[in-house]
């Protein structure tokens, strides 16, 4: 737009200030245009005048007026009206999706996240069929990766290996399992910790009660071996408040995977009129093309 601009304005047009003082009063409210500021060419006879606008939420902006005149003609008309920012204007910030701008912690007791229908975190659960979704932890790859115990097969009878085989012993099984460890959490234990975890993230909170559902039904829930998964879970969604958390299962709170679910983006529909093929149009038609001869006398024709 700069390289189409005139160096200099034109001077009739750079004169009517009056008449774009005019046409700002009459746009904005009344004691709303200060200063003149200046003019800008635009182009050929076509001038923007600038003028100050001392409103308070409007710092730095202008009010821009153009104006112009029709080739080797002396009256100035106006073009347009417009409040236009200046290089120092106090402008709002970029808008940002509300996705974009979530982060983890901004979940309170009432507030529901709504998930895509293709969200990436989640996938198919039992869908009735036999073969489990491509990128399940049970598909057909993952069950190719079975555990197959690893044995060094040395040469000569039991009795005369130098040291005790340790596959398949009940030290191996029991490093196997976790527990060859000096203590393990007792009963007393087990129900200590749970109790703390259902205080902090179980169904008498604020947040579950006012959750659309519960943890049983979130496809973001880790589930936990052993009888604690009976009751408890891992949450793993990084928008709610429970992120990495021993949560009950009566527990939940409006981050779950099926609060509101955003419908698939609609697809166009196909064009009616496929403009993509050429049709070709002869400028001259074919005079053999009608369904009346050429050269028939017009007195057959019931012409006179």
Request: charged fraction near 20%; glycine fraction near 10%.
């Given at each position: 737009?700069?390289?189409?601009?005139?160096?200099?304005?034109?001077?009739?047009?750079?004169?009517?200030?009056?008449?774009?003082?005019?046409?700002?009063?009459?746009?904005?409210?009344?004691?709303?245009?200060?200063?003149?500021?200046?003019?800008?060419?635009?182009?050929?006879?076509?001038?923007?005048?600038?003028?100050?606008?001392?409103?308070?939420?409007?710092?730095?902006?202008?009010?821009?007026?153009?104006?112009?005149?029709?080739?080797?003609?002396?009256?100035?008309?106006?073009?347009?009206?417009?409040?236009l920012p200046g290089p120092d204007a106090l402008l709002a910030p970029e808008w940002v999706p509300w996705s974009e701008r979530l982060r983890p912690g901004d979940m309170g007791p009432g507030d529901l996240l709504?998930?895509?229908?293709?969200?990436?975190?989640?996938?198919?659960?039992?869908?009735?069929?036999?073969?489990?979704?491509?990128?399940?932890?049970?598909?057909?790859?993952?069950?190719?990766?079975?555990?197959?115990?690893?044995?060094?097969?040395?040469?000569?009878?039991?009795?005369?290996?130098?040291?005790?085989?340790?596959?398949?012993?009940?030290?191996a099984v029991a490093e196997e399992l976790g527990m060859r460890r000096a203590r393990v959490l007792s009963r007393y234990g087990l129900h200590v910790?749970?109790?703390?975890?259902?205080?902090?993230?179980?169904?008498?909170?604020?947040?579950?009660?006012?959750?659309?559902?519960?943890?049983?039904?979130?496809?973001?829930?880790?589930?936990?071996?052993?009888?604690?998964?009976?009751?408890?879970?891992?949450?793993?969604?990084?928008?709610?408040?429970?992120?990495?958390?021993?949560?009950?299962?009566?527990?939940?709170?409006?981050?779950?995977?099926?609060?509101?679910?955003?419908?698939?983006?609609?697809?166009?529909?196909?064009?009616?009129?496929?403009?993509?093929?050429?049709?070709?149009?002869?400028?001259?038609?074919?005079?053999?093309?009608?369904?009346?001869?050429?050269?028939?006398?017009?007195?057959?024709?019931?012409?006179?």
């Amino acid at each position: 737009m700069s390289a189409m601009r005139s160096r200099t304005p034109d001077r009739l047009c750079a004169e009517a200030v009056e008449l774009a003082r005019e046409a700002a009063v009459e746009a904005a409210r009344p004691g709303q245009v200060g200063e003149y500021l200046g003019a800008v060419a635009e182009g050929d006879r076509v001038v923007t005048h600038l003028f100050e606008s001392p409103e308070p939420g409007y710092r730095g902006w202008r009010w821009a007026v153009t104006v112009t005149r029709a080739s080797r003609a002396k009256a100035v008309t106006l073009d347009e009206t417009v409040l236009l920012p200046g290089p120092d204007a106090l402008l709002a910030p970029e808008w940002v999706p509300w996705s974009e701008r979530l982060r983890p912690g901004d979940m309170g007791p009432g507030d529901l996240l709504p998930t895509e229908a293709e969200d990436l975190r989640l996938e198919p659960g039992y869908s009735g069929e036999d073969a489990p979704p491509p990128n399940s932890a049970v598909s057909e790859e993952m069950q190719q990766l079975a555990a197959v115990e690893e044995a060094d097969v040395t040469v000569g009878a039991p009795a005369a290996q130098t040291a005790t085989p340790t596959a398949g012993s009940i030290a191996a099984v029991a490093e196997e399992l976790g527990m060859r460890r000096a203590r393990v959490l007792s009963r007393y234990g087990l129900h200590v910790a749970a109790d703390r975890w259902d205080e902090a993230y179980g169904p008498k909170t604020p947040m579950a009660q006012a959750a659309p559902g519960t943890c049983a039904s979130c496809g973001f829930l880790v589930a936990l071996g052993g009888s604690l998964g009976q009751a408890f879970g891992v949450c793993a969604n990084e928008f709610s408040p429970a992120d990495g958390r021993v949560v009950s299962l009566s527990y939940g709170c409006g981050a779950h995977s099926e609060a509101a679910v955003m419908p698939k983006p609609p697809r166009p529909a196909a064009p009616v009129v496929d403009e993509t093929v050429v049709e070709p149009l002869p400028l001259h038609p074919d005079r053999t093309s009608g369904s009346v001869e050429p050269d028939t006398p017009p007195e057959e024709l019931g012409h006179s």
